[in-house]
């Protein structure tokens, strides 16, 4: 495992679900800086994802793969690839930021409005 923080379900049939992950800082992570549903057997439900930093990922900043996930006041800075790489459903809980990031995009599959000035889509954004 080579992401920062992960949240994941890896027991069948039991899925992990409202986990909270807030006030983090994380430096340098080899992959994603924060991934939620990346791995694992099943989504994880209901996760927010709140205040939270992401420098220098190999990757992405955030990579959001389950769709009933919350994000709001994060920053992600000098990722690999994207910033916020969030998966249709995912809810913009509004203050989301990427700065400087690998791809020119800083966003990707993003069908929520990211709403910082510093967000650029590759990609129309829209809202669900
Ligand atoms: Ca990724």
């Known amino acids: 495992?080579?992401?920062?923080?992960?949240?994941?379900?890896?027991?069948p049939g039991n899925p992990t679900v409202d986990t909270i992950v807030r006030d983090?800082?994380?430096?340098?992570?080899?992959?994603d800086g924060f991934a939620v549903g990346v791995g694992?057997?099943?989504?994880?439900r209901r996760t927010q994802v709140v205040?939270?930093?992401?420098?220098g990922s190999g990757d992405d900043g955030f990579d959001v793969r389950s769709p009933r996930t919350t994000l709001a006041r994060n920053?992600?800075?000098r990722s690999g690839d994207l910033g916020i790489d969030a998966a249709r459903g995912v809810t913009d809980g509004g203050g989301n930021r990427a700065r400087a990031q690998g791809q020119p995009g800083a966003v990707r599959r993003a069908h929520v409005p990211?709403?910082?000035?510093?967000?650029?889509?590759?990609?129309p954004i829209r809202a669900v």
């Open 24 to 31: 983090n800082h994380v430096r340098g992570a080899v992959v």
């Open 1 to 11: 495992m080579l992401d920062g923080i992960q949240v994941a379900t890896y027991d």
């Open 75 to 77: 920053l992600a800075v």
């Open 40 to 44: 694992g057997v099943e989504r994880p």
């Open 51 to 55: 205040g939270n930093e992401a420098t």
């Open 114 to 123: 990211l709403t910082s000035p510093d967000t650029r889509s590759a990609h």
